[in-house]
């Protein structure tokens, strides 16, 4: 079953482009018999305003793309128990979108040692065991 999303940012009405890709992502789910959610993507507190939200909400009734559950905003969700499982494969990457770009694909994630460094910020990665990472995609099957 398809499960798809709407996932906005309420820092800034709607476009053109939101409304495409909105549809885009109705039309999927609607056609494979799936499901849509809406996803309020708040956690910049900083530029997330609750009047766009509700206006967010308003455009998207307007225009009839309708969603199958009950939206809770992503500042409200508790990461840490999920975080905690992984605690021991993370580490933080300090490479570059550039670093990664130049060693990819020979390299999948950090291409440098980051993972021995013991760095205490940076982009949160995780260990991987070896072997394929594989899964499929509706659309193109294997991965």
Do not use: K
């Amino acid at each position: 079953m398809i499960i798809g999303r709407l996932a906005p940012t309420p820092s800034g009405l709607l476009h053109l482009g939101n409304v495409c890709a909105f549809a885009g992502a109705w039309l999927s789910a609607r056609a494979g018999d799936g499901r849509l959610l809406l996803r309020i993507e708040d956690v910049d507190r900083g530029r997330s305003r609750p009047d766009v939200e509700q206006a967010i909400r308003d455009d998207l009734d307007w225009l009839g793309l309708t969603w199958d559950a009950e939206t809770v905003p992503q500042s409200l969700r508790d990461y840490r128990p999920a975080l905690a499982r992984l605690e021991t494969r993370r580490y933080y990457c300090r490479c570059t979108r550039a670093m990664r770009e130049w060693a990819l694909p020979a390299a999948a994630g950090c291409p440098g040692a980051c993972h021995q460094e013991g760095y205490v910020d940076g982009a949160v990665r995780f260990r991987l065991d070896p072997g394929v990472v594989s899964f499929v995609d509706h659309r193109r099957g294997w991965q």
